[in-house]
């Protein structure tokens, strides 16, 4: 493998036993980040009246996550481009193990929420810096196919994770979830350190002057072609992420569905988001991307509109609300 030349598709010449290993551990790298989310989902009414506070309070370790996520996100970027991949990496994969063994011992939810910022924090570049490994390696239909790969390990994250986690809620308590996460967190990154190469070209090095990552930042913001989807893709996600946030208390504490079979639901909206991925790619070859869009945007809205109705009338039950949450989540899939 030649790392020194990545522009030219340097991952086009490894066997087929060194690829699919650098799949793995990319796969692996790029889905930490959900399954930190949906593997605790089905404790958080447990973790509430455990510290006994409102659910409320249980779900702002979510926000502050997400929030821990998406900051994140902004510097582990410019931090791989200026010192190489595998460094960024090392820190942040200590960072996350670290924090995700604070949240197996947290005495408190406070300290618990702030633990999940430092988790995000941590594990939010997994999901950045594999994407750019894949693009130091690899060009055209290899880069396509690599990601493919990679997504559908991601996509099995949300099926398997809530169950995994709603099973060790079972036998042995919420904290038994984060100390798997923990012992996850550290064998990625003895994969990493052992078996993942540096692919970052030392003469594309950029510099990490203030003034040049904003000017970066800023012509992004300002560019109206990536600012339109970027607010669509925002929007649409803003809806999941409520989803998420709110779908254990409503199915464990209002249906009482038991907490090892939350994932099954969660599994199911999971399988939806794959199937509608793989249809939208047979739609892109007949219709323009701008049509498949919108008509994805229109299918989301009526069916959050029946999820509404549903929600607030009561009608149909637990699958009044299952059904339309089905279409709800796999219409991010287009």
Not at 69 to 92: E, N, T, W
Not at 98 to 120: V, W
Request: aromatic content about 12%.
């Amino acid at each position: 493998m030649n790392a020194q030349n990545p522009s030219h598709g340097a991952g086009s010449g490894m066997t087929r036993t060194r690829h699919a290993e650098l799949v793995v551990i990319l796969a692996a790298l790029s889905v930490i980040g959900s399954l930190s989310i949906d593997m605790y989902l089905p404790a958080l009414p447990t973790i509430a009246a455990d510290f006994s506070v409102p659910g409320s309070d249980a779900q702002f370790t979510l926000s502050t996550f997400f929030l821990g996520f998406a900051i994140g996100q902004a510097f582990c970027g410019p931090l791989s481009d200026r010192f190489g991949r595998k460094p960024p990496l090392y820190v942040s994969l200590a960072i996350y193990t670290l924090a995700s063994l604070g949240c197996a011992l947290a005495p408190s939810i406070e300290s618990l929420a702030a633990l999940r910022f430092l988790q995000a924090i941590g594990g939010c570049s997994g999901a950045v810096i594999s994407r750019a490994i894949v693009r130091d390696l690899f060009t055209g239909p290899d880069a396509i196919r690599v990601f493919s790969r990679i997504m559908l390990v991601f996509g099995l994250g949300p099926i398997l994770a809530p169950t995994i986690g709603g099973y060790l809620l079972l036998w042995w308590g919420w904290r038994a979830i984060f100390f798997l996460l923990t012992g996850a967190g550290a064998l990625i990154l003895l994969l990493m350190i052992l078996r993942l190469p540096e692919t970052h070209d030392r003469s594309q090095a950029r510099s990490l002057h203030l003034g040049s990552v904003l000017t970066a930042y800023w012509r992004i913001l300002t560019h109206r072609t990536f600012l339109g989807h970027a607010l669509c893709g925002s929007m649409m996600m803003s809806g999941i992420f409520a989803y998420v946030a709110g779908s254990p208390f409503v199915l464990i504490e209002l249906f009482h569905v038991p907490s090892e079979h939350f994932g099954w639901f969660f599994g199911g909206n999971a399988v939806g988001f794959i199937l509608a991925s793989q249809i939208n790619i047979r739609l892109q070859r007949k219709h323009p991307a701008e049509r498949v869009l919108l008509a994805a945007l229109l299918f989301q809205a009526f069916w959050g509109l029946v999820l509404a109705f549903a929600g607030f009338t009561g009608v149909g039950g637990l699958w009044g609300i299952a059904i339309p949450l089905f279409f709800c989540v796999a219409s991010l899939g287009f």
